[in-house]
C-alpha cells in the first residue's frame, strides 16, 4: 500500500488543564474517505482545528505526519499550502473582503508554493465560475464579502466551493452537513463526490448516518473521549445509527 | 474649560513676530476694517495663549512638542517654483485649483467660482460672514488664524457641480519650517452641490504647518460633500477648524482620511439649523511611527428633524497617538432628532495609544441617539479563517485591516481618489511598521 497521506500517532491536545485528545490513531490513504463520528463534546472538531493549526490548543504528546512531514511544526498557512483545507463547522464572516479578493490571494500563494504562476484576472475568474457550478453557488456571491450575511446553508457551500477552488490534498470537513436542507445537503454530497480523485483523501466529520448515504465513507471511526475507540466499514455507521453510541462506549468502558 | 493663561515662551514671541510682519506686507492691500479684526483677533490670541494640556479639549493633544520645532511665516517670494510635478497626480480627482503658502495661484481650472479671499473681503457681504461661523473669541486657533492668515479663497456655488473641485494648499518648506495660515469662506447656494477635496502637499526638506480655518454654508436643499484629504509625508502638520452650517433639507458628507502627516488634529463641526437637514461624518486614520492624529468633532442640532450620523475608525501601530472627541449637541428645540456616533479603533502595538471620548449634551427630550466605541486588536477568528487558506499572518493582517479601513473610504465619491487611497492603504500596511 502507498504511503498515508495523514499518520496520527497518539496525540494528545489540551487547552488549559483539560486534556480533550487523549491518544488519536489514525492512518489515511490517498483516495480515502474517512468519516468521524462520536457524540457532541468528544474531540471532533478539537481534532479537526490541531490538524489545522489553531493556536488555542496544545499539543502534549504525540505526533502526525502530512504526505510524512511534521505537520505539528508547521503554521497554519504553511499546512495549507502543503495542501490541507478544514472546511470550518463554523465559518467565520470577514466584513469587508470580498470572497474574490480572498481566494484569489489564497489560491496564487498556494500556486507560488507549487512553483506555479499566478493565474491572471481572466483564469480566474473562468475557474471560480465552473467551481462555483459545482455547488450551486451564484457568481453574485463572488463580490461578496466572505460569509457575511450568507445562511447556514450558503455558509457551508462556500466551504465546499474554497475546496473546490484549492485542490487540497486532504480535506477535513467539520460537520459540513448540519443545519443544511435535504436539496442542500445533496449539493454539497455531489460536490464533495465529484471532488474525489486517487490522489486526495477526505476526513468528514458528522453525525448523521444521512450523509454517509450520499458519501459513501471507506472507514468509519467513533471518537469518544478524546480517542478513537472504534473503527469499522461504511456499515457502522447504520449500526451507529440504529443502537446509539452507548452500544460502543460501553464496550469502551469495559476495555478501560 | 481652564483658566486661560499667558506662556512667555520664544514661541509666543515667534508669533509676535509674525503679527508684525503680517501687519506690515499687508498695509496698503487689505481695508481698516480687516485690519482692526485682525489686531483684536491678535490679542485675543495673547490673552489666551497656546492651549495647553491642563485645556480640557487639548487634554491628549500636545502643542508644545509641534511648535518646538520653530515655524516661520513663509519669506516673501521672489518666484514661483514649478507645481507641475505635484499637481499633475491631483488632476485625476478633479478641477484643481492650488494656493502656495496660503495665496490662491492665478490659472486655475476654475476661475469663476471661486477668488482670493483678500479680493472678496473689500465686498461687504463677504466681510460680514468672516468669523460668524467661526468667532475667535475664546478660541486660540481661530484667533491666531485671524490675526495671521495669508489668504484663502472665496467660493461660491450656485449650480449644481458634476466635476469635483480640488483644492491643494501647498506649503514651500525649502527654506526651513514655516507655518501657513489659510482662510476659506465657502458657500453652497440654494439647491446647489459641490464636491470639495481639501488636500496638503509640503516642497523640500522642512516642516510645514498648516492653521486652516474654512466657514461654510450650505444652502436650503443643497448639499456639499467634503473629502479632506491627509496622506502627506510626516513633516506635514496640520491644524484644521471647518465650521458649517447646515439649512433646511441641506446635506453634508465629511470623509477625513488621515493616513500621513506629523501631527494633525481636525476640528469639523456641522451645525443644523435648518429642518431636515442631514450630516454624515466619517473618519480614518491609520497611524505609525510618532504621529498623532487627532478628531475632534461636533455635531450641534439646533433644530427640529435633523440627522447626523457619524463613524470614525483607527488603526493605530508605532508609537502613533489617536484621539477621538465626538460632541453631540441637542438643543432644547431639536426635538425628534436623530444622531448616530461610533468610534472603532484597533491598535496594533503596545506603544500606541488612542484616546476615545464621545461628548454628548442633550437638551431635548424626545431624541433618539446613540454612540459605541470600541476599542481591540484584530478578529483572532477571521485570521485563523485567513491563514487556514494559505495566507500568511502579514497578508492575512493586511487583508482585515485594509477591509476595516475600507469602510471609510467607500464613502468618498471620487472613484480615482478612491482608488488612490485604497492604494495607499495596502502599502502602508504592507510597510514593515504597520501590521
Ligand atoms: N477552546 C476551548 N476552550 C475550552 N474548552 C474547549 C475548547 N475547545 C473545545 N473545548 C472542549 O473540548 C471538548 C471537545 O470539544 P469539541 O468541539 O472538539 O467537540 P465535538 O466533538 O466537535 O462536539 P460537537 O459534536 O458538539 O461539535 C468539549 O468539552 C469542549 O467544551
Ligand atoms: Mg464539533
Known amino acids: 500500500m502507498a504511503e498515508p497521506i495523514l499518520r496520527i500517532r497518539n496525540l494528545h491536545a489540551r487547552v488549559g488543564e483539560t486534556e480533550i485528545l487523549r491518544g488519536v490513531n489514525l492512518d489515511v490513504y490517498p483516495g480515502q474517505l474517512h468519516a468521524i463520528m462520536g457524540p457532541n463534546g468528544s474531540g471532533k472538531s478539537t481534532l479537526a482545528a490541531v490538524l489545522a493549526g489553531r493556536e488555542d490548543y496544545e499539543v502534549t504528546e504525540g505526533e502526525v505526519l502530512f504526505d510524512g512531514k511534521n505537520l505539528l511544526e508547521m503554521d497554519p498557512e504553511e499546512r495549507a499550502r502543503e495542501g490541507l483545507f478544514l472546511a470550518f463547522q463554523y465559518p467565520v464572516e470577514i466584513p469587508g473582503v470580498s470572497t474574490a479578493t480572498f481566494l484569489k490571494t489564497a489560491l496564487n500563494e498556494l500556486r507560488k508554493h507549487r512553483g506555479q504562476e499566478p493565474l491572471d484576472a481572466m483564469e480566474f475568474m473562468n475557474l471560480m465560475r465552473e467551481r462555483a457550478a459545482l455547488v450551486k453557488i451564484d457568481p453574485t456571491f463572488f463580490s461578496r464579502s466572505v460569509n457575511e450575511g450568507f445562511s447556514g446553508g450558503e455558509k457551508k457551500r462556500n466551504e465546499i466551493f474554497q475546496l473546490a477552488m484549492l485542490e487540497p490534498r486532504l480535506a477535513i470537513l467539520d460537520e459540513t452537513d448540519s443545519g443544511l436542507d435535504i436539496d442542500a445537503l445533496k449539493i454539497v454530497a455531489d460536490g464533495v463526490n465529484a471532488l474525489r480523485s486517487p490522489a486526495r483523501a477526505f476526513l468528514v466529520i458528522t453525525h448523521y448516518q444521512r450523509l454517509l448515504n450520499y458519501i459513501v465513507p471507506d472507514v468509519v471511526h467513533v471518537l469518544y473521549r478524546g480517542r478513537i475507540i472504534k473503527t469499522g466499514p461504511k456499515e457502522l455507521a447504520l449500526e451507529l445509527e440504529a443502537k446509539g453510541y452507548e452500544w460502543v462506549t460501553e464496550t469502551d468502558e469495559v476495555a478501560l | ?435
Not at chain 2, 511665516?73 to 518666484?79: D, G, Q, T, V
Not at chain 2, 495671521?148 to 449650480?159: I, Y
Not at chain 2, 433646511?248 to 506629523?262: D, F, H, K, Q, Y
Not at chain 2, 493582517?397 to 471620487?414: D, S
Open chain 2, 1 to 435: 474649560m481652564t483658566t486661560p493663561r499667558v506662556e512667555r515662551s520664544p514661541i509666543l514671541e515667534q508669533i509676535a513676530a509674525d503679527f508684525a510682519q503680517r501687519v506690515e506686507s499687508s498695509n496698503g492691500h487689505s481695508t481698516p476694517e480687516l485690519h482692526a479684526l485682525r489686531r483684536q483677533a491678535f490679542d485675543e490670541f495673547q490673552r489666551l495663549g497656546i492651549p495647553t494640556v491642563r485645556h480640557e479639549e487639548w487634554k491628549y493633544t500636545n502643542l508644545f512638542p509641534l511648535l518646538a520645532k520653530g515655524f516661520h511665516l513663509p519669506p516673501h517670494r521672489r518666484e514661483l517654483p514649478s507645481l507641475d510635478a505635484v499637481l499633475a497626480p491631483l488632476r485625476r480627482w478633479g478641477r484643481v485649483v492650488s494656493l502656495l503658502d496660503g495665496l490662491l495661484l492665478p490659472h486655475q481650472d476654475e476661475p469663476d467660482l471661486l477668488r482670493p479671499l483678500s479680493e472678496a473681503l473689500r465686498d461687504q457681504r463677504w466681510f460680514e460672514r468672516l468669523g460668524r461661523l467661526a468667532p475667535f473669541e475664546g478660541n486660540a486657533i481661530v484667533a491666531w488664524n485671524t490675526a495671521l492668515f495669508a489668504d484663502g479663497v472665496a467660493l461660491r456655488v450656485t449650480n449644481e457641480q458634476t466635476e469635483p473641485l480640488v483644492a491643494v494648499s501647498v506649503l514651500d518648506g525649502r527654506g526651513g519650517n514655516i507655518a501657513v495660515h489659510e482662510r476659506h469662506l465657502l458657500e453652497v447656494a440654494p439647491g446647489a452641490s459641490l464636491t470639495l477635496v481639501l488636500v496638503q502637499r509640503v516642497l523640500g526638506e522642512g516642516e510645514a504647518l498648516l492653521n486652516q480655518v474654512l466657514e461654510g454654508w450650505i444652502g436650503e436643499n443643497a448639499s456639499l460633500t467634503l473629502v479632506l484629504v491627509q496622506d502627506a509625508p510626516q513633516t506635514a502638520h496640520a491644524i484644521t477648524t471647518h465650521e458649517l452650517e447646515l439649512a433646511r433639507s441641506a446635506r453634508l458628507e465629511l470623509i477625513t482620511v488621515s493616513i500621513g502627516g506629523g501631527f494633525l488634529r481636525n476640528m469639523p463641526a456641522a451645525r443644523l439649523v435648518g429642518e431636515g437637514a442631514d450630516a454624515q461624518l466619517y473618519g480614518l486614520t491609520l497611524a505609525d511611527g510618532s504621529m498623532l492624529v487627532d478628531h475632534h468633532t461636533t455635531v450641534e442640532h439646533r433644530v427640529a428633524h435633523c440627522t447626523s450620523n457619524e463613524l470614525y475608525k483607527a488603526i493605530l501601530d508605532g508609537r502613533s497617538t489617536g484621539v477621538f472627541n465626538g460632541k453631540i449637541l441637542v438643543q432644547p428645540n431639536a426635538q425628534k432628532t436623530s444622531a448616530y456616533q461610533a468610534n472603532r479603533n484597533i491598535v496594533l502595538s503596545s506603544r500606541a495609544t488612542i484616546n476615545t471620548k464621545p461628548q454628548l449634551e442633550i437638551f431635548a427630550n424626545d431624541v433618539r441617539c446613540t454612540h459605541g466605541c470600541t476599542v481591540g486588536r484584530l478578529d483572532r477568528e477571521a485570521l485563523f479563517y485567513l491563514r487556514s487558506r494559505g495566507l500568511s499572518k502579514k497578508e492575512a493582517e493586511a487583508l482585515l485591516l485594509a477591509a476595516f479601513a475600507e469602510e471609510i473610504t467607500a464613502k468618498v465619491p471620487i472613484e480615482s481618489l478612491r482608488t488612490d487611497l485604497n492604494a495607499h492603504i495596502e502599502h502602508l500596511l504592507h510597510t514593515d511598521e504597520l501590521a
